[in-house]
């Protein structure tokens, strides 16, 4: 069965440390690649995605995640975290092929960031 | 921040009772989606709609039912509820317009428990 896994359900971190989130999925064939962010109190929402091209791709607020094929994985970075980063990162694919879109989730990692 | 609201945000609710979740769009939206989410685990696909009159069952078997009667609205009823039920409900749309690649955009929530 196709899945989406990330491997750290926790992360505690403090400001301007490094911080990066793995991602790994099962699926087969071409895929588009996802990062969603729910910070505390808001609605779930997009950082980034990927469909094809360069797979480095950048996001908003300093975020940027890679892709790498042989590896299926897709992993999110961001060299200096703030307070404000505090937030819950979800992963997420889907097939190409499919017109509805419908996204395989991971399980989500909450991002801690102290000052 | 993303066009659509969901109501209730909290519900708690006894076993039996029939409950509607309400979710609204306002982008015109097409394509619209129901995600069930247990604390620490993936968001589940349960429903998914590309229009009027059309809804389909997601990856995750689910005893609620929706409908589609208009373009912005898509709620999500349970019949009768029961603990297992207990959750959190997401509700997402997206446009038509690139089939798998299209962004989708998230409300708030919300969070069931039925005792």
């Known amino acids: 069965a196709q899945s989406v896994s990330q491997h750290n359900h926790h992360v505690i971190l403090s400001e301007a440390a490094s911080l990066e989130l793995g991602c790994n999925y099962s699926y087969g064939g071409t895929v588009n690649l996802f990062w969603y962010v729910q910070y505390p109190g808001q609605h779930l929402q997009l950082l980034l995605k990927y469909f094809s091209g360069d797979p480095l791709v950048k996001g908003i607020k300093g975020f940027e995640a890679e892709f790498i094929k042989s590896k299926f994985s897709f992993n999110l970075r961001k060299p200096s975290v703030q307070w404000s980063d505090t937030a819950e990162y979800f992963c997420a694919v889907n097939r190409e092929t499919d017109s509805w879109g419908k996204l395989q989730f991971g399980a989500g990692t909450q991002v801690v960031v102290t000052p | 921040e993303a066009d659509i609201y969901q109501t209730p945000r909290y519900l708690v609710i006894g076993t039996g009772k029939k409950i509607t979740l309400e979710c609204s769009q306002t982008?015109?939206?097409?394509?619209m989606y129901w995600y069930q989410q247990d604390p620490g685990m993936e968001l589940h696909l349960i429903h998914y709609?590309?229009?009027?009159?059309?809804?389909e069952k997601g990856d995750l078997s689910s005893e609620s039912t929706v409908s589609r009667i208009r373009t912005e609205h898509f709620p999500l009823t349970l019949e009768s509820a029961r603990p297992s039920h207990t959750s959190q409900y997401l509700c997402?749309?997206?446009?038509?317009?690139?089939?798998?690649?299209?962004?989708?955009?998230f409300g708030p929530g919300t969070r069931l428990t039925v005792l």
């Open positions: 709609s590309y229009g009027v009159n059309s809804t």
């Open positions: 982008m015109g939206h097409d394509k």
């Open positions: 997402a749309s997206s446009n038509l317009r690139q089939g798998a690649k299209d962004t989708q955009y």
